[in-house]
């Protein structure tokens, strides 16, 4: 994989390991990690990447439900 140029978040409180990083990559898709974690690395597409932060802006996320144990 190529080298991707990553971003943090305009709300970054400036601590270096405290955000969420952006990042094109090849065939139109988005990349996102935690600064603390890199390694770990979510890949999605536009589309899907608005419709998660249009939930998020109008507060519609429901949280995960627990297990049944």
Do not use: H, Y
């Not at 978040?9 to 090849?26: H, K, L, Q, R, Y």
């Not at 990349?31 to 890949?43: F, K, N, W």
């Amino acid at each position: 994989m190529s080298q991707l140029g990553w971003r943090k978040s305009s709300f970054s409180t400036g601590a270096e390991n405290d955000c969420v990083e952006i990042a094109a990559a090849p065939g139109g898709l988005i990349r996102l990690r935690e600064s603390d974690d890199p390694a770990q690395i979510i890949t999605t597409d536009p589309v899907a990447l608005a419709g998660l932060l249009r939930t998020i802006k109008a507060d519609r996320l429901t949280p995960p439900v627990a297990p049944r144990t």
